[in-house]
């Protein structure tokens, strides 16, 4: 498994997002030399997802681009959402993986938001831009994001993130029982 030079394209410019791949690779390929870029990626569906299926679609989105513009050993991406669920709304991150051979989709754990974040979310806001109202952050989406805010910084979004893609390699490491 063990490669010397990987190349990894991240479908955002999101230092939080780049950093999270980077880190979950390193944590898999601790002796190789590991170039990772972030490049613009469109998701094709709004800026702040509403549903878990937007989300998903939003972050396979992502990597489809990535593979068809970008050449790179593996293709990332990550779409932060939210939605409701019986026990109130939440927020969570779909990851995907994709390289040549194959393609690994992940989730992250849910965080529980406010029922007053999720109303301003259903008016059009982004989470980001609610919780630097609240907080009084300033582009806390390209630092601890809500995950960490929420969490009084014991957990934030790279941490989240990097959890979800370490277990979204799973497929890649143990292909041959993942092809079953």
Do not use: W
């Not at 601790?30 to 549903?51: K, Y």
């Not at 989105?61 to 019986?86: K, L, M, P, T």
Request: one cysteine or more.
């Amino acid at each position: 498994m063990e490669q010397n030079q990987i190349s990894i394209v991240v479908g955002s410019k999101n230092p939080v997002k780049i950093n999270a791949v980077k880190n979950s690779f390193v944590s898999y390929f601790p002796n190789s030399d590991i170039s990772c870029r972030g490049e613009h990626a469109p998701s094709g569906v709004a800026d702040q997802p509403m549903t878990t299926t937007e989300t998903r679609e939003g972050a396979i989105n992502r990597v489809n681009y990535c593979q068809e513009n970008f050449s790179a050993d593996y293709y990332v991406a990550i779409e932060g959402g939210v939605d409701s669920f019986s026990y109130g709304p939440a927020t969570f991150a779909y990851v995907v993986i994709a390289n040549d051979k194959q393609e690994s989709i992940g989730r992250s754990a849910n965080l529980p938001l406010p029922v007053s974040v999720y109303n301003a979310l259903k008016s059009g806001e982004e989470l980001g831009d609610v919780m630097d109202k609240l907080f009084n952050t300033k582009n806390i989406k390209q630092q601890g994001g809500a995950m960490g805010l929420l969490t009084n910084h014991v957990a934030t979004r790279e941490s989240t993130y990097t959890q979800a893609l370490i277990l979204a390699f799973a497929p890649f490491i143990h292909s041959s029982l993942f092809s079953q």
